[in-house]
């Protein structure tokens, strides 16, 4: 007959009780000056916890506005890197960026936007054609789809011309909150936040506009930013997310905002 040794009987064998070590007693030992045994983590995963459970601290409204003043001072013009010709490019360039990069949809477009500059031009291409110039993008068959119904629609509903509001541009095929965001502010001026994933990264990180979705930190931002800025706010926080607050690894060391930011982790990567 097998036998199943089980931790229960191994405990018996020894004739005491195995306790899970505790990370309270150790840290309360640590404290009163002795050993621990359990070592306390370092201390980037402590600033990274903080910074995920949104307990970074908010900057002050100085502080914001003075972030906008070098950023402006960097970069007095910025503007999106998506290549357009007219409004309507523009709009269908936005389209097709959705959760793909701005090179990939560069790269695919001069083609597309070289037989169709017009919401007429592209409904009269036809959605297969649409389709078939757009393959290199992700989801390519769901946009191209969503531009040709979109040209028909702006077509038949609008005139051809591009809608300026935020509801009406929300209303065509493809086109959410921040895409309708992109396109009032880059082709018509509008004081829009377009919160992107760099934009809601660097929102929380920094503690400029924390919030727990895009909306929470679009709204936080239209509140916060300085009048001055604000026509070129969204596009210098991308720029900043996209290549220098990156993701996994933020270049804190060569940030110009790396003083006024709140991120609890930032002096652990300087």
């Not at 306790?19 to 621990?36: D, E, F, I, Q, Y």
């Not at 500059?117 to 993008?137: F, N, Q, S, Y």
């Not at 969503?146 to 077509?155: F, G, K, Q, R, Y």
């Not at 929102?203 to 931002?221: D, F, I, Q, S």
Request: proline fraction near 6%; hydrophobic fraction near 45%; include cysteine.
């Amino acid at each position: 007959m097998i036998v199943k040794y089980t931790a229960k009987m191994a405990k018996k064998a020894r004739g005491k009780k195995v306790k899970k070590p505790s990370v309270k007693k150790a840290l309360t030992k640590a404290k009163k000056g002795k050993a621990a045994k359990v070592a306390a983590p370092p201390k980037r995963a402590k600033a990274d916890a903080k910074a995920e459970a949104g307990v970074t601290p908010p900057m002050t409204a100085a502080q914001i506005e003075e972030a906008f003043r070098r950023f402006q001072a960097a970069e007095p013009e910025p503007k999106t890197e998506l290549k357009y010709v007219n409004p309507f490019t523009l709009l269908v360039a936005v389209v097709l960026s959705a959760q793909a990069t701005d090179a990939g949809v560069n790269k695919a477009t001069p083609a597309l936007f070289a037989l169709a500059d017009t919401p007429a031009k592209m409904a009269a291409l036809g959605e297969d054609k649409i389709r078939e110039l757009v393959k290199t993008i992700g989801l390519f068959r769901t946009k191209a789809k969503n531009v040709a119904a979109l040209a028909h629609i702006l077509v038949d509903q609008f005139g051809g011309e591009i809608p300026r509001t935020r509801e009406e541009l929300e209303s065509l095929p493809g086109v959410g909150r921040k895409t309708a965001n992109v396109v009032m502010n880059s082709a018509f001026g509008a004081e829009t936040f377009a919160v992107d994933t760099h934009i809601f990264r660097v929102g929380n990180r920094t503690g400029m506009a924390t919030g727990k979705n895009p909306l929470e930190v679009e709204l936080k931002l239209e509140k916060a930013v300085p009048g001055p800025y604000r026509r070129h706010a969204h596009h210098w926080l991308i720029l900043h997310g996209r290549y220098t607050c990156i993701a996994r690894k933020p270049l804190c060391e060569r940030c110009i905002i790396a003083d006024l930011c709140q991120w609890p982790a930032k002096t652990a990567l300087q």
